[in-house]
């Protein structure tokens, strides 16, 4: 076990090495969304090696020992803490029709639905706006900025990482008084995260030539489709 242990560390110092050194490079693309590519690189190589090592591991066990009614519970539990910023940003939007939606929703789940384990109110037709920060900022007309890969939290764009930050300092769990269980419940979260995105890293080890590049268009994709598409208007990040 100590020897798996430390083979998986020296792993880990590998892998934060390159993002190091990758940091310092150039790739000499021409995509003007991203002009830090070589930093960029450096630390999808490192996310790359962390999940490797330690969260795709963590994401596999959870995801086997946790049946499906208390996984599905997890999600919803963190999706209606969630909740507090997207009402914070439905009223900087101007969007109070979907602030009395949401807050709703909150009201409900919380309630009825057992602190939010149950998502009762998706079944009674009050569907979340998932309002974000990122959002509130291209609503007032701030750029996107270049396109940001974060360490841990995957792509973005400046815009994003900065609405990214103020989101969480909204959220409840933030302002728990108990270290350990804010620590807990904020490393179960992330956990739960992960192991609904294992499908999609498996369908990304298969499909993509260039991960980093297939990430990159996949995110921006995303995000315009969700401009054109959405029924409640969203923008890219």
């Not at 490192?46 to 969260?55: A, H, I, K, P, Q």
């Not at 920060?133 to 007032?140: D, S």
């Not at 590049?213 to 995000?223: D, H």
Request: net charge negative; aromatic share 14%.
């Amino acid at each position: 076990m100590k020897n798996r242990f430390v083979a998986k560390f020296r792993i880990l110092l590998v892998g934060i090495g390159m993002t190091l050194l990758s940091a310092c490079a150039t790739t000499g693309g021409l995509d003007e969304r991203d002009p830090w590519e070589g930093f960029n690189r450096g630390v999808f190589s490192f996310n790359e090696t962390m999940d490797n090592v330690l969260f795709d591991p963590i994401s596999k066990v959870y995801d086997f020992i946790t049946p499906d009614f208390l996984d599905n519970g997890v999600t919803n539990f963190f999706s209606n803490i969630a909740q507090v910023p997207v009402i914070a940003n439905d009223i900087l939007q101007l969007k109070f029709d979907q602030a009395v939606n949401d807050t709703v929703r909150l009201f409900l789940n919380s309630t009825f639905g057992l602190l939010g384990f149950l998502d009762i109110s998706s079944e009674a037709g009050l569907p979340s706006s998932k309002a974000d920060f990122g959002q509130t900022l291209a609503h007032w007309g701030v750029g996107s900025g270049p396109y940001l890969v974060m360490p841990f939290f995957g792509p973005g764009t400046v815009r994003y990482a900065a609405g990214y930050a103020v989101d969480g300092a909204l959220s409840p769990l933030m302002y728990l008084d108990n270290d350990l269980t804010k620590a807990g419940l904020l490393s179960l979260a992330f956990i739960d995260i992960k192991s609904g995105l294992l499908s999609a890293v498996d369908l990304l080890e298969e499909a993509a030539v260039d991960k980093y590049e297939f990430t990159k268009n996949a995110y921006f994709e995303k995000r315009a489709s969700k401009i054109s598409g959405s029924e409640f208007r969203d923008f890219p990040e």
